[in-house]
């Protein structure tokens, strides 16, 4: 009998970590698929971050990098290799809080990188305390009466500060909260993954990611809640597209 | 050029000899006084294939550094103390995910911004780790524009025997005199032997990972093997006359250059038996040139163009088999010999300062 679905080569063959729920299973898987269906399983390197996100499920050479340093790893492995296909898969705590000196420069040289960041809201491995993109309001271990923009300022949309920037080639936000978001997602991730191939310059994907664990919701109250809330505030599209693939 | 006899200031030289070396990748961000290096390098590694990216950080340089290095390609970065206090978070990473790369430290005065004038006040910060958790690096410390090109090809060598970081630490004193030298010959980087751990994608084999994560076994491999081995088999350091010396005088660096002819002055006028030992590791400290001091010798001087910080070193090397006796030189600039002289002649007047 065929086989007409399974997993991917390109992803290891384990357990996931990740708590019922989460997105990260689902965005990895995406990823996964990206590097079989473009045939670069062994020439594409992962670089990870720190906190739930990481590129250990990857079955590519990848590296750890510390935290939000990935994109500057990055930079350091495709320089030496620009034969190389190079991703980090980050989360917002990562990319946009500590890391957002490095994934902007990353993007400002148009480095012919693609970094996904997962950005469900808040630092979750380390228990669900507020990042840079915990919405006004949302209660985390560290805003316990729910973000206020007087005390703890205003979320970063990080998809548009990039998309800004010349040296970036492609910048999306997505989600995958539904299937119709996660086959748009999978064409983003794709995308990303071709033009850099083609030597477009840097490439970004932000996926909005739930975190049932630490939101205290369920995985179907997520869902909705990356639908009617999160994606209320951080609009999903393409924020910049190189016009000969627009 | 090998063979011949040029003139280069510190600074290029090091640089040059880094090519030389087979080093294709600098990853760096500007500080003096080491800036003629990242200048250097950004017009002379385009020529042999290489790439010169300019960080937005020194913390992104370190972090360029790991990912570029983590290739297998021969890869480097230059900074100033106060630049490598930024470079540590990613130099313990570095060191503790065992990527082979060379760091250079033309050092600067004091904690904070401090000053620019060569001292060595961060000799404790390169042989101990500006970062977390316990690693180690080798440190070279050369005493002349020359030593430092020849020292330049050793690190890199070192760092991939080793698979660990290597600093040269020097101050602005040899990353800005100009110097006579002879510049080492190019190697052939097509013919440097392949690392199997790095990332080359993974065609046809397991994939490789490169992490900092380090285990029960690792941290145990590291500190009780790999460091112990390292002690064992590297230790560097020049000597002389200690076979009937009276005192020892250690000093390293551009301090140990000079006080190697304030004693060879000494001894000449004087006839006064000073010994003389200058580390060229600082790590490892070269504790089998201490063992060779005779147990007839009264005491030992250190000098340092610090607040006293290899002395602490060559106290815990002796272990109270000598007394240690301590001399800062502290001024904006390097010693004369005549300062350096007049620090010796304090040997066995009862002037000498116990550390």
Known sequence: MEKVFGRPKSFIDVPLSFCPGCSHGIIQRLVAETIDELGIQDKTVGVGGIGCSSCRFFDVDNIGSAHGRAPATASGVKRARPDMVVFTYQGDGDCTTIGGNEVIHAAARGEKITVIMANNTNFAMTGGQKSATTLLGQRTTTTQDGRQAERDGMPIRMAEMLALLDGAAYVARVSVHDNANIAKAKRSIKKAFELQIAGAGFTFVEVLSTCPTNWGLTPIESAKRVEKEVAAYYKLGEMKVPEEVA | ?355
């Open chain 2, 1 to 355: 050029m090998a063979g011949k006899r040029i003139l280069m200031k510190g600074n290029e030289a090091v640089a040059e000899a880094a090519v030389r070396a087979g080093c294709r990748y600098f990853f760096g961000y500007p500080i003096t006084p080491q800036n003629e290096i990242p200048e250097y390098l950004s017009k002379r590694l385009p020529e042999v294939g290489g790439v010169f990216l300019q960080a937005e950080s020194e913390l992104a340089a370190s972090y360029q550094l790991y990912g570029g290095a983590a290739t297998g390609k021969r890869c480097m970065t230059s900074s100033s103390s106060c630049g490598i206090s930024l470079k540590s978070e990613g130099i313990s990473y570095i060191a503790a995910a065992e990527v082979p790369c060379v760091i250079v430290d033309m050092s600067r005065r004091g904690p904070g911004i401090g000053g620019l004038q060569p001292t060595q006040s961060s000799y404790r910060q390169a042989t101990k780790g500006g970062g977390h958790g316990g690693y180690r690096c080798i440190v070279l410390s050369p005493g002349s524009v020359q030593e430092a090109a020849n020292l330049m090809v050793d690190a890199f060598d070192l760092a991939d025997k080793w698979r660990n970081p290597v600093y040269i630490y020097a101050d602005g004193l040899i990353g800005q005199v100009m110097e006579p030298l002879e510049l080492p010959e190019m190697i052939d980087v097509e013919k440097l032997p392949q690392k199997d751990w790095a990332l080359t994608g993974k065609g046809g084999r397991e994939r490789n990972i490169v992490t900092s994560g380090v285990s029960e076994e690792k941290f145990m491999y590291l500190n009780f093997d790999k460091y112990k081995k390292i002690e064992a088999e590297e230790q560097r350091w020049v000597d002389k006359d200690l076979e009937d010396a009276e005192y020892v005088v250690a000093a390293f660096g551009t301090v140990g250059r000079i006080a190697a002819t304030a004693v060879d002055r000494i001894r000449k006028a004087t006839g006064k038996k000073i010994g003389f030992i200058r580390p060229i590791t600082i790590w490892p400290f070269p504790k089998e040139g201490f063992a060779k001091i005779p147990d007839t010798v009264k005491g030992i001087m250190v000098i340092e163009a610090n607040g006293g910080q290899m002395v602490d070193d060559v106290i815990q090397t002796v272990k109270g088999k000598f007394p240690v006796y301590f001399e800062p030189t502290y001024g904006s600039l390097m010693p004369t010999t005549e300062e350096v002289m007049s620090m010796i002649e304090k040997l066995g007047t009862g002037k000498e300062v116990l550390w």
